[in-house]
């Protein structure tokens, strides 16, 4: 099992940038594939982007291509998600996830584990 936290969230503005972190703890870090999913109040929680054991192959929602940048560190147990040119529409609670897929899935249900989220919120 793996438990994961995040952190990183806050309030920019449009247009500014923040990196969230995601901390794991438990089995071997390096054996999962992350993703990061998010959340906005009354409605679903979509994908935003994943990557791959090795961090070698990724994957993104098209609404964050070429904003956002995910990446991992397996000596750190960390995945990061760098979030460049914030809209107001990516105003959501970040969840990171982890799932022992080989691939980057892309649905919630492909993934085992679960963080508590971190609150990203941007200002117009």
């Known amino acids: 099992q793996v438990q994961l936290v995040e952190s990183g969230g806050g309030l920019v503005q449009a247009g500014g940038s923040l990196r969230l972190s995601c901390a794991a703890s438990?089995?071997?870090?390096?054996?999962?594939?992350m993703g990061w999913f998010r959340q906005a109040p009354g409605k679903e929680r979509d994908f935003v982007a994943a990557?791959?054991?090795?961090?070698?192959?990724?994957n993104y929602a098209a609404s964050v291509k070429g904003r956002f940048t995910v990446s991992r560190d397996n000596a750190k147990n960390t995945v990061y998600l760098q979030m460049n040119t914030l809209k107001a529409e990516d105003t959501a609670v970040y969840y990171c996830?982890?799932?022992?897929?080989?691939?980057?899935?892309?649905?919630?249900?492909?993934?085992?584990?679960w963080g508590q989220g971190t609150q990203v919120t941007v200002s117009s």
């Open positions: 996830a982890a799932t022992q897929r080989l691939r980057v899935p892309t649905r919630r249900n492909e993934y085992e584990y």
């Open positions: 990557l791959t054991r090795s961090g070698s192959s990724t």
């Open positions: 438990g089995r071997t870090f390096s054996s999962y594939a």
